[in-house]
């Protein structure tokens, strides 16, 4: 096993309902996850999201996941909170509708993938995957049938930590994503389809 390879754990993913936002917050730490961010980037406009950084970021954050509304999943190692998933309708990122090499292929409904945080100690050890497998599950079992995600194709072994956030190809090809847009060399946008879950179903454990 190399330095840089972590043996992989026994991860649960699931949504971050209001009684899990103390979890939340403890895994996004002071930093917000990355600069104040609190995963409000994709949900604001620019200058909203340069206005509230940090302390506003997070309240914005805390009303959406006490509102009930679930804007992702968090995934817990050993009964500790070790990474985060964003994942909604498409249409709750508006973000996406300005960028250049993101904006919409079609005019369907689609779900959108657009971001992970793992604790720094959890890296490398699988738990992204885990977090992608339970955010196509979350969308089947909320009625969608498309899901999309922006992952990252690096031209360099290296990539800074701020670019990993977006997920990688590899894992995405890995779960049944396939590429149907490429604007930029580096951000194709992956889709997969899936069949929402028949009412009454249940899902086995484990799946």
């Known amino acids: 096993m190399s330095a840089t390879t972590k043996r992989k754990r026994d991860v649960e993913v699931v949504p971050a309902t209001p009684e899990r936002w103390p ?17 409000m980037w994709w949900r604001q406009s620019h200058s909203e999201f340069e206005k509230r950084k940090g302390t506003r970021n997070r309240d914005a954050m805390r ?39 993101l904006k919409p292929v079609d005019d369907k409904d689609v779900w959108s993938v657009v971001c992970f945080f793992i604790d720094r100690d959890h890296r490398a050890a699988g738990v992204s995957a885990a977090l992608l497998r339970a955010a196509v599950e979350f969308v089947r079992d909320n009625g969608g049938t498309i899901v999309e995600g ?30 149907c847009a490429r604007r930029s060399e580096t951000r194709p946008i992956m889709r997969r389809r899936v069949r929402p879950r028949r009412p009454g179903h249940r899902r086995r454990s484990g799946s």
């Open 23 to 39: 979890d939340v917050k403890a895994l996004f730490g002071k930093s917000g996850a990355c600069g104040g961010c609190w995963c």
């Open 63 to 101: 009303r959406i996941v006490k509102s009930g509304a679930t804007p992702g999943l968090i995934a817990y190692a050993g009964g500790e909170p070790v990474g985060w998933c964003s994942v909604a309708p498409r249409s709750e990122f508006p973000r996406l509708e300005r960028s250049r090499i």
């Open 150 to 179: 922006y992952p990252v194709e690096p031209k360099k072994d290296h990539v800074p930590e701020v670019f990993a956030f977006h997920g990688f190809v590899s894992t995405f090809r890995k779960l049944g994503f396939t590429e």
